[in-house]
Nanobody, 126 residues
Framework: QVQPVESGGGLVQAGGSLRLSCAAS????????MGWFRQAPGKEREFVAA????????RYADSVKGRFTISRDNAKNTVYLQMNSLKPEDTAVYYC???????????????????WGKGTLVTVSS
């Protein structure tokens, strides 16, 4: 199994920035892609961004394009989510996910991801 562990959440004012980290432990050689999802209170979990571990290809939700950047550090088995120009509507628990074999056509479906972290809370104040 792959165990993702998130860190870096916190409270930030609107317009500010945060960087989330996700360290992957366990059978990391079986990991094909990693991604970020978020869940706001009373809402369903939604896709934020994903990255292919081998190629570095990325995908973003329309709501974060141009503001968020996903990246990886192969040596550290870590994925990052740099979040800039944060808005109050970005407030949510952010979850890191890993997939052993991701079909990029279904990236936004949380059900196709194999492993999940416990989440880290991001609060953006207005």
């Amino acid at each position: 199994q792959v165990q993702p562990v998130e860190s870096g959440g916190g409270l930030v004012q609107a317009g500010g920035s945060l960087r989330l980290s996700c360290a992957a432990s366990g059978r990391t050689f079986s990991r094909d892609a990693m991604g970020w999802f978020r869940q706001a209170p009373g809402k369903e979990r939604e896709f934020v961004a994903a990255i292919s571990w081998s190629s570095g290809s990325t995908r973003y939700a329309d709501s974060v394009k141009g503001r968020f950047t996903i990246s990886r550090d192969n040596a550290k088995n870590t994925v990052y989510l740099q979040m800039n120009s944060l808005k109050p509507e970005d407030t949510a628990v952010y979850y890191c996910a890993a997939s052993a074999s991701l079909n990029w056509k279904t990236t936004e479906d949380s059900g196709v991801w194999d492993y999940w972290g416990k989440g880290t809370l991001v609060t953006v104040s207005s």
